[in-house]
């Protein structure tokens, strides 16, 4: 047997079904079932997601305090923040590299890299 050699597995549109209407009676479990039928617990989700059957989709709680949420709150308009202060920086970049290529033209140099060369301007 070779190395890529791989077992691909099609089930049909029946069978799908069935192990469907298996999950909605809740005889079985649907790890129990992929354990049953040998299928990938993936492929059970495709197949839920496929005939449109969220009521079978595992549910997600999210269980917080509130000290988390008030965090959380915080945190995010820290992060607002933050990213203005980002913007208005590079903003502020832009104009002073305008103000020296204009300064650059209207002093007669070649570039904005001998200007600053000639003010001891760091890039």
């Not at 980002?86 to 200007?115: F, H, N, P, R, T």
């Amino acid at each position: 047997m070779y190395k890529n050699d791989k077992v691909i597995r099609r089930y049909s549109e029946p069978f799908k079904l069935k192990i469907l209407a298996e999950l909605t009676t809740g005889k079985h479990t649907k790890s129990e079932l992929c354990k049953l039928y040998s299928i990938a617990p993936t492929t059970v989700n495709v197949w839920i997601k496929k005939y449109n059957r969220k009521d079978l989709m595992n549910t997600r709680v999210k269980v917080e305090t509130k000290d988390e949420i008030s965090r959380i709150k915080a945190l995010q308009k820290e992060v607002e923040q933050l990213k203005k202060l980002l913007l208005k920086k590079d903003l502020d970049a832009m104009v002073q590299d305008c103000y020296l290529e204009v300064a650059a033209e209207d002093l007669g140099y070649k570039s904005i890299a001998e200007l600053k060369k000639k003010l001891s301007i760091k890039p």
